[in-house]
């Protein structure tokens, strides 16, 4: 049927009907429906048509959500999953337009088909799907409980959208980002404008005139609120004919989720256009289309970075309103930073493009290390310099309604005793220096060179931080060790390698053992030989192994002497069960500074019959490293929704990736455990503990610990001093004096020079780091993508060997299906992993796991990144494939 056809027949549809009795032709349709749409038939063949009817909530919230859908969503990764639920045509037609227009515009098509699906189950094949792609847009589907009522949820939450962390950073519950005092269950918070409170105003104020401004205020006090009021202010100024567009960053990818959700919930009732982009989403979309078609755009800082230095955005002049939010960070070369050196270097240079206007949002613009107000005034001048703000605001005239709403917890320090007498640490202690002195006869054998003189770290004491930066020196200094045999340099940097790592491990017990129970740090051992057991195993993992098993008898009695309870447990103890006796309701969280800490303190609650009513929950940070991969961006968000929504979980226990931005005001107890960091640190850790009557308590052996978080206080008052002495400065003056700050960065910044280093064209080898095996020569090596490193050639392929990927899964042009080992006998070094890219299978090596040699030297080096490895790249090109 022609276009032209169809606009005739739907100029005519009444003769139509009237004429042809519908369901005549209904039955006539019937059998032809049978092949495509199985579940219109079987409505037809029963005339009962509700399940076809129970759909259509599913398919409200999928328009509803769709802005979502299409910038989270890689339709061909999930297309598999769903073909059951669309017609062989429909399929097609999404590959084809993913294919021809991108993945956006295939989602687009997806959700076209789906809302016409007449698939019973389509919905929950569609949650499936996003579960097994590892989506977080799975936590917005929901299903079992039926679309309306998650819809309804998006409508009456104000911000428990989508929010993926404990996050969403500083705006608390509906009551906190208005006067409206109902909780966020009650659908009154959205039936009328939220109105703002008077401080609320009075922080805005100075954006509002146009002015570039820093707003600092307390975490829950909704900052977030005060920028939705200045990007809407912002939108509305421009007359007709011009358009405003906002970029909100957001530094990390929890706030980034947060903060859209916010973003998106607040203007839909306005019809702006409204798109973010992630490190997780930007490979799947145009960041320039993304820009140009959209008014208000969310980005983690890094992607603008990204796009100004290829040139996807040209300059800033694309954008009238920048906001910053945790704007603290905008300092040395952090992203946020490197955005406004673009900005300052155009501003400075004397460009006639139009910039946009600057707002930064923190709690705390900090005091760096000044020691005095002269220098915490300073060091916030630099800060506004960097930002080109003139204003810092904060609240004065509103304050008592302020605190009215946010209140400062009660601080309590306590200082406790060590154990009197520690066998544990003294049998470990042994197991160190012995491997110790293993390594260093291994020494002998290279005259000159000692253990002692790889590292310039002094003073290393067994189960402390030290020692373990002493271990990460000296390993790096063994990966580059250079000798004219091979199969000796191999042997003794093997043997190194192993050395260091049980030293590590046996350091990371004693730091278990000092912060909690002597079982749990014996566990964290018997895990790690359990392991190395399974693993290669040679005659040196042998020897070390066989020396602990000689010790464990008599350190599984030690562990399980009750005399030997760890005193700090015990205060640890007393204070929780003191907080609920006087408040049952008490809601808690516990910060500590290693993940391995987290899991110690969470068993050891589990197994105590006086805190086990607790039901201890954990949040880390997504971050792998050798130890630990780290939560996933869904396992975080199940765990803080959980503790938000239910009293079942009372405490949680969370390493620093919980200090800024998490948000339950039921929070009224946190408890930092030998955790302490700078005066920025001491304000976010503290505005976890929101609800009337909060405590914090600081809890260590330390009296250092104590000292540094007094000088934190201290600071924190320096800090607001130096604020009202800036606010009462002439704007003139404080301009002048930013002006001169930024000349003379800029001055420096171009002193430094930005040429390009010059390029390596010489052949170097890549030896495995830890067995320094041979693997490839850089000439072997190609680019793709300007960031993914394979290696073509058959000989690399005899170099290493793969085991089955334990998570195979799609990821951007790659889809993952194994990881890859160095293929030496008793090494297994971890190389990369192996991929399909188009029709290939090819592997992906990371730079962090092997040593880089120059041929003609042997002068050997390490890299931590691709980008610090100066060599001459040529990209992957398939017809070398085919040879």
């Given at each position: 049927?022609?276009?032209?056809?169809?606009?005739?027949?739907?100029?005519?549809?009444?003769?139509?009907?009237?004429i042809?009795?519908?369901?005549?032709?209904?039955?006539?349709?019937?059998?032809?429906?049978?092949?495509?749409?199985?579940?219109?038939?079987?409505?037809?063949?029963?005339?009962?048509?509700?399940?076809?009817?129970?759909?259509?909530?599913?398919?409200?919230?999928?328009?509803?959500?769709?802005?979502?859908?299409?910038?989270?969503?890689?339709?061909?990764?999930?297309?598999?999953?769903?073909?059951?639920?669309?017609?062989?045509?429909?399929?097609?037609?999404?590959?084809?337009?993913?294919?021809?227009?991108?993945?956006?515009?295939?989602?687009?098509?997806?959700?076209?088909?789906?809302?016409r699906?007449?698939?019973?189950?389509?919905?929950?094949?569609?949650?499936?799907?996003?579960?097994?792609?590892?989506?977080?847009?799975?936590?917005?589907?929901?299903?079992?409980?039926?679309?309306?009522?998650?819809?309804?949820?998006?409508?009456?939450?104000?911000?428990?959208?989508?929010?993926?962390?404990?996050?969403?950073?500083?705006?608390?519950?509906?009551?906190?980002?208005?006067?409206?005092?109902?909780?966020?269950?009650?659908?009154?918070?959205?039936?009328?404008?939220?109105?703002?409170?008077?401080?609320?105003?009075?922080?805005?104020?100075?954006?509002?005139?146009g002015?570039?401004?820093?707003?600092?205020?307390?975490?829950?006090?909704?900052?977030?609120?005060?920028?939705?009021?200045?990007?809407?202010?912002?939108?509305?100024?421009?007359?007709?004919?011009?358009k405003?567009?906002?970029?909100?960053?957001?530094?990390q990818?929890?706030?980034?989720?947060q903060?859209?959700?916010?973003?998106?919930?607040?203007?839909?009732?306005?019809?702006?256009?409204?798109?973010?982009?992630?490190?997780?989403?930007?490979?799947?979309?145009?960041?320039?289309?993304?820009?140009?078609?959209?008014?208000?755009?969310?980005?983690?800082?890094?992607?603008?970075?990204?796009?100004?230095?290829?040139?996807?955005?040209p300059?800033?002049?694309?954008?009238?309103?920048?906001?910053?939010?945790?704007?603290?960070?905008?300092?040395?070369?952090?992203?946020?930073?490197?955005i406004?050196?673009?900005?300052?270097?155009?501003?400075?240079?004397?460009?006639?493009?139009?910039?946009?206007?600057?707002?930064?949002?923190?709690?705390?613009?900090?005091?760096?290390?000044?020691?005095n107000?002269?220098?915490?005034?300073?060091?916030?001048?630099?800060?506004?310099?960097?930002?080109?703000?003139?204003?810092?605001?904060?609240?004065?005239?509103?304050l008592?309604e302020?605190?009215?709403?946010i209140?400062?917890?009660?601080?309590?320090?306590?200082?406790?005793?060590?154990?009197?007498?520690?066998?544990?640490?003294?049998?470990?202690?042994?197991l160190?220096k012995?491997?110790?002195?293993?390594?260093?006869?291994?020494?002998?054998?290279?005259?000159?060179?000692?253990?002692?003189?790889?590292?310039?770290?002094?003073?290393?004491?067994?189960?402390?931080?030290?020692?373990?930066?002493?271990?990460?020196?000296?390993?790096?200094?063994?990966?580059?060790?250079?000798l004219?045999?091979?199969?000796?340099?191999?042997?003794?940097?093997?043997?190194?390698?192993?050395?260091?790592?049980?030293?590590?491990?046996?350091?990371d017990?004693?730091?278990?053992?000092?912060?909690?129970?002597?079982?749990?740090?014996l566990?964290?051992?018997?895990?790690?030989?359990?392991?190395?057991?399974?693993?290669?195993?040679d005659?040196?993992?042998?020897?070390?192994?066989?020396?602990?098993?000689?010790?464990?008898?008599?350190l599984?009695?030690?562990?399980?002497?009750?005399?030997?309870?760890?005193?700090?447990?015990k205060?640890?103890?007393?204070?929780?069960q003191?907080?609920?006796?006087?408040?049952?309701?008490?809601?808690?969280?516990?910060?500590?500074?290693?993940?391995?800490?987290?899991?110690?303190?969470?068993?050891?609650?589990?197994?105590?019959?006086?805190?086990?009513?607790?039901?201890p929950?954990?949040?880390?940070?997504?971050?792998?490293?050798?130890?630990?991969?780290?939560?996933?961006?869904?396992?975080?968000?199940?765990?803080?929704?959980?503790?938000?929504?239910?009293?079942?979980?009372?405490?949680?226990?969370?390493?620093?990736?919980?200090?800024?931005?998490?948000?339950?005001?039921?929070?009224?107890?946190?408890?930092?455990?030998?955790?302490?960091?700078?005066?920025?640190?001491?304000?976010?850790?503290?505005?976890r503990?929101r609800?009337?009557?909060?405590?914090?308590?600081?809890?260590?052996?330390?009296?250092?610990?104590?000292?540094?978080?007094?000088i934190?206080?201290?600071?924190?008052?320096?800090?607001?001093?130096?604020i009202?002495?800036?606010?009462?400065?002439?704007?003139?003056?404080?301009?002048?004096?930013?002006?001169?700050?930024?000349?003379?960065?800029?001055?420096?910044?171009?002193?430094?020079?930005?040429?390009?280093?010059?390029?390596?064209?010489?052949?170097?080898?890549?030896?495995?780091?830890?067995?320094k095996?041979?693997?490839?020569?850089?000439?072997?090596?190609?680019?793709?993508?300007?960031?993914?490193?394979?290696?073509?050639?058959?000989?690399?392929?005899?170099?290493f060997?793969?085991?089955?990927?334990?998570?195979?899964?799609?990821?951007?042009?790659?889809e993952?299906?194994?990881?890859?080992?160095?293929?030496?006998?008793?090494?297994?070094?971890?190389?990369?992993?192996?991929?399909?890219?188009?029709?290939?299978?090819?592997?992906?090596?990371?730079?962090?796991?092997?040593?880089?040699?120059?041929?003609?030297?042997?002068?050997?080096?390490?890299?931590?990144?691709?980008r610090?490895?100066?060599?001459?790249?040529l990209?992957?090109?398939?017809?070398?494939?085919?040879?």
């Amino acid at each position: 049927m022609t276009a032209e056809e169809r606009r005739n027949l739907h100029a005519f549809r009444d003769y139509v009907t009237k004429i042809l009795d519908p369901t005549y032709i209904l039955s006539y349709m019937a059998p032809w429906f049978k092949e495509g749409y199985s579940g219109l038939y079987e409505a037809i063949e029963s005339w009962d048509f509700h399940k076809i009817e129970k759909l259509e909530e599913h398919r409200s919230l999928l328009r509803r959500l769709q802005p979502e859908f299409k910038t989270r969503i890689n339709p061909n990764g999930i297309l598999p999953e769903l073909s059951e639920c669309l017609i062989n045509q429909e399929c097609e037609e999404i590959r084809q337009v993913c294919s021809n227009k991108g993945p956006m515009a295939g989602a687009e098509k997806m959700v076209e088909c789906l809302l016409r699906s007449d698939k019973e189950n389509w919905p929950k094949y569609l949650k499936l799907a996003l579960e097994k792609e590892e989506s977080n847009f799975s936590e917005l589907w929901i299903t079992e409980n039926g679309a309306k009522e998650e819809t309804k949820e998006l409508e009456d939450e104000e911000i428990e959208t989508s929010d993926v962390q404990i996050f969403y950073k500083e705006e608390p519950e509906c009551q906190n980002l208005s006067q409206n005092s109902c909780p966020p269950s009650e659908a009154s918070c959205t039936q009328s404008p939220i109105k703002p409170r008077n401080y609320q105003l009075e922080l805005a104020r100075p954006a509002l005139e146009g002015k570039n401004t820093i707003i600092c205020a307390p975490t829950g006090c909704g900052k977030t609120f005060v920028a939705l009021l200045i990007c809407e202010h912002h939108l509305q100024k421009f007359p007709p004919g011009q358009k405003g567009k906002i970029v909100f960053f957001a530094n990390q990818l929890p706030v980034y989720e947060q903060q859209k959700s916010v973003i998106l919930k607040y203007f839909e009732r306005h019809g702006y256009k409204i798109a973010g982009i992630s490190g997780a989403t930007v490979e799947n979309i145009s960041v320039e289309q993304i820009v140009e078609n959209n008014d208000i755009i969310i980005l983690t800082p890094q992607i603008l970075v990204n796009s100004l230095k290829n040139g996807t955005i040209p300059s800033l002049s694309v954008f009238t309103l920048m906001i910053f939010d945790e704007c603290h960070n905008t300092s040395k070369l952090h992203p946020y930073n490197v955005i406004m050196f673009h900005y300052l270097d155009q501003k400075l240079g004397g460009s006639s493009d139009p910039l946009p206007q600057v707002i930064g949002l923190t709690a705390s613009v900090g005091v760096g290390d000044a020691k005095n107000t002269t220098e915490a005034t300073e060091y916030i001048c630099k800060l506004c310099a960097s930002l080109d703000t003139s204003v810092v605001a904060t609240v004065k005239d509103n304050l008592e309604e302020l605190e009215g709403i946010i209140y400062k917890p009660q601080k309590f320090f306590r200082k406790v005793k060590s154990r009197t007498t520690n066998r544990f640490k003294c049998i470990i202690s042994e197991l160190m220096k012995e491997t110790e002195s293993l390594a260093k006869s291994i020494f002998g054998e290279l005259g000159t060179i000692s253990l002692e003189n790889l590292s310039q770290i002094q003073n290393r004491n067994f189960g402390t931080q030290k020692y373990e930066q002493w271990i990460v020196a000296v390993q790096k200094k063994c990966a580059v060790l250079h000798l004219p045999d091979k199969e000796k340099e191999s042997r003794i940097c093997t043997a190194l390698f192993l050395y260091t790592s049980h030293l590590r491990k046996f350091n990371d017990a004693l730091l278990i053992n000092e912060h909690a129970r002597t079982k749990d740090a014996l566990d964290y051992l018997k895990d790690f030989f359990s392991n190395v057991r399974s693993a290669g195993f040679d005659e040196i993992e042998q020897d070390l192994t066989r020396r602990f098993e000689e010790k464990l008898q008599e350190l599984e009695s030690i562990s399980m002497d009750p005399s030997n309870e760890n005193p700090k447990l015990k205060d640890l103890c007393f204070i929780l069960q003191e907080e609920y006796h006087l408040n049952p309701e008490t809601r808690t969280i516990l910060f500590v500074k290693t993940r391995a800490l987290v899991d110690a303190l969470k068993k050891w609650i589990e197994e105590n019959s006086k805190l086990s009513f607790l039901k201890p929950d954990i949040l880390t940070g997504r971050g792998k490293t050798s130890q630990n991969i780290g939560m996933t961006l869904p396992a975080q968000k199940c765990v803080l929704d959980a503790f938000r929504a239910s009293g079942d979980k009372k405490i949680l226990i969370a390493t620093s990736v919980a200090d800024e931005g998490i948000d339950i005001a039921q929070c009224n107890l946190v408890i930092l455990y030998e955790y302490v960091g700078n005066v920025i640190k001491m304000i976010q850790t503290r505005g976890r503990g929101r609800a009337r009557g909060s405590k914090c308590f600081l809890l260590t052996t330390n009296d250092d610990v104590i000292e540094k978080e007094k000088i934190n206080i201290y600071k924190e008052k320096m800090m607001n001093d130096s604020i009202l002495s800036l606010q009462a400065w002439d704007e003139t003056v404080f301009k002048k004096k930013i002006h001169q700050i930024q000349i003379h960065e800029k001055f420096i910044r171009d002193s430094q020079g930005k040429a390009e280093p010059a390029l390596d064209k010489k052949n170097k080898k890549l030896l495995c780091r830890k067995c320094k095996a041979f693997a490839c020569h850089t000439a072997d090596i190609r680019v793709i993508e300007e960031c993914h490193y394979t290696v073509v050639g058959d000989a690399f392929k005899e170099c290493f060997v793969t085991k089955a990927h334990p998570r195979p899964k799609s990821v951007g042009i790659f889809e993952k299906k194994a990881k890859v080992f160095c293929a030496r006998q008793n090494c297994s070094h971890d190389w990369g992993i192996q991929v399909r890219y188009k029709t290939f299978e090819i592997p992906i090596i990371k730079i962090e796991s092997f040593v880089v040699e120059d041929i003609a030297t042997g002068e050997q080096r390490l890299y931590a990144k691709w980008r610090d490895f100066h060599f001459e790249k040529l990209p992957f090109d398939p017809a070398e494939m085919s040879k």
